[in-house]
Structures are given as structure tokens and as C-alpha cells.
């Protein structure tokens, strides 16, 4: 069975930092790409960044692009999202999401972290 | 202000067919395949619709999707009080090197 189990969420001040995780199992993780989607309080579906397969391709959201950092453990099928400078507006549940290359479609979703940036 | 716009809301009494639209542009729509998503309030994205109109196993074929130029729809026939959710379109953006995704509509079943 496919699961994806986000955690790191919490609490953090303006400008602070939080490291996200993602843990895969039930499939083979180093043959999938991955994205971290965020939804806020009441709010849609924002997509926020793309890892490839291997990890050398990397996309962000300009939201997020020069602070986030999006990285993955194939030996571990561990994905994670690096945040930095954290704002206000970048309080939301961030969930990890599979990518299936022959559909580019997300086919799996974990159940999601909450980060809430607030002093 | 998503660069893909969805109507926010849409409505139908059980049984009826009702239709959620979703327009973007040639970077996303126009020259990359749609998916669709459902997410019931509380509960993580579902994916419903993939490559335009494929459904993934385990999804009613009253869920059907289709295409057109720079725009996408969602049809839901013999609505069903359990499809009240939102759903939302997405697709990949050429010029923004990423996903985007419809701002939402939320489905009332009256």
C-alpha cells in the first residue's frame, strides 16, 4: 500500500526556519518524482515545488523560490522541504504528493503537516 | 489571482449532471494535459481525472473530463450527496516552469 506520512510541521516565528519530512513506502520511491502543495486556512491548492526522480531537476513557486529547498533521500525514500524566512502567509498544511511520470498527474498524497508562522 | 480561474462555487439536486469549468491558458491548459482533484473538506487531494479524461481505478465513470482549446471541464452525472466537495483542475505551466492549479469550486448537492 502507498503512503506518504509528512511531519516537521508546527509553530514558528516571522523568519524562522522548519525543515519538513515526508516518508514514502509501498512503492519504490527512487523512480517517482515528488511535490510539496500547500493549502492555507480556507484557501485552495497551490502547488510550491517539484523534485525529478534522481534529484537534479528542481522547480519552485516564485512564492517560495530563494527560500524554500526542496531535497530527497532515495536510500531512505525520504522526501523534505527546507523553509527559510518564514512569513506569515506561508502558514498552511503542506502535503507531499507523488508524481506519476506517465499520467503527470499527483496519484498519491500524504495527509499533510501544519505550519503556522506567528509571533 | 490564479492563473487558472474556476467558477468558486456550483450546485445540483441528486441525480442531475452538473459541469465545473476551468480556463487557463496556451502555457498551461492549452498545451499540457488537465488533471482533476477532489478534496472533501478536512481530507487530503484526491486525484479524479488524469490526462484530460482518464479516470484512475476505483473512480465512478460518472466522473467524466474533457478538453478543449485552453479550457477543461469536469462533468458529474447522477449526482450523489457524497460528490458535495471541492474540486480543483490543475496543469502543468510552461512559461512558470511549474504546476498550477484552478483557484477551487465548491459543490453544494442540494
New interface residues.
Partial sequence: EVQLVESGGGLVQPGGSLRLSCAASGFTFSSYEM?W?RQAPGK????VS?ISSSGRTI????SVNGRFTISRDNATSSLFLHMNRLRAEDSAIY?C?RETGS??????????TLVTVSS | QSVVTQSPSASGTPGQRVTISCSGSSSNIGSNTVNWYQQVPGTAPKLLIYTDNERPSGVPDRFSGSKSGTSASLAISGLQSEDEADYYCAAWDDSLSGWVFGGGTKLTVL
Fill in positions: 511535490n502543495v485552495g491548492l497551490e502547488w517539484y522547480y519552485y513557486a516564485d502535503y504528493a499520467t503527470s498527474s499527483f496519484d498519491f498524497w500524504g495527509q499533510g
